[in-house]
């Protein structure tokens, strides 16, 4: 079992940058995939990022490739997601959610958090 909890959202003007916190508890394991998703009002949830527990791969979505960076800490058992020239098309829910096994942008992880909400203004 593995529990996980996001913190770092809030309300930014376009153009700023905030990091995303997810802590993790319970077993990890360095093959686990942990990873970032959002969901906007009234759209899918979608992929932002995903790093390996071992700190071996990254990837993210095209949208975010130069303003975001995910990293990890396996001494703290934390992973976060730094955003820079945050945009209004960021606005979102952020999700962390984790899963054994290689990076996956479906979606299909084991273990998710509540979220935490990024408001972007124009």
């Known amino acids: 079992q593995v529990q996980l909890v996001e913190s770092g959202g809030g309300l930014v003007q376009a153009g700023g940058s905030l990091r995303l916190s997810c802590a993790v508890s319970?077993?990890?394991?360095?093959?686990?995939?942990m990873g970032w998703f959002r969901q906007a009002p009234g759209k899918e949830r979608e992929f932002v990022s995903a790093?390996?527990?071992?700190?071996?791969?990254?990837d993210y979505t095209d949208s975010v490739k130069g303003r975001f960076t995910i990293s990890r800490d396996s001494a703290k058992n934390m992973v976060y997601l730094q955003m820079n020239s945050l945009k209004p098309e960021d606005t979102a829910v952020y999700y962390c959610?984790?899963?054994?096994?290689?990076?996956?942008?479906?979606?299909?992880?084991?273990?998710w958090g509540q979220g935490t909400q990024v408001t972007v203004s124009s």
């Open positions: 959610a984790v899963k054994p096994g290689i990076i996956d942008s479906s979606g299909r992880y084991d273990y």
């Open positions: 319970g077993r990890t394991f360095s093959w686990y995939t």
């Open positions: 790093i390996r527990w071992s700190g071996s791969n990254t």
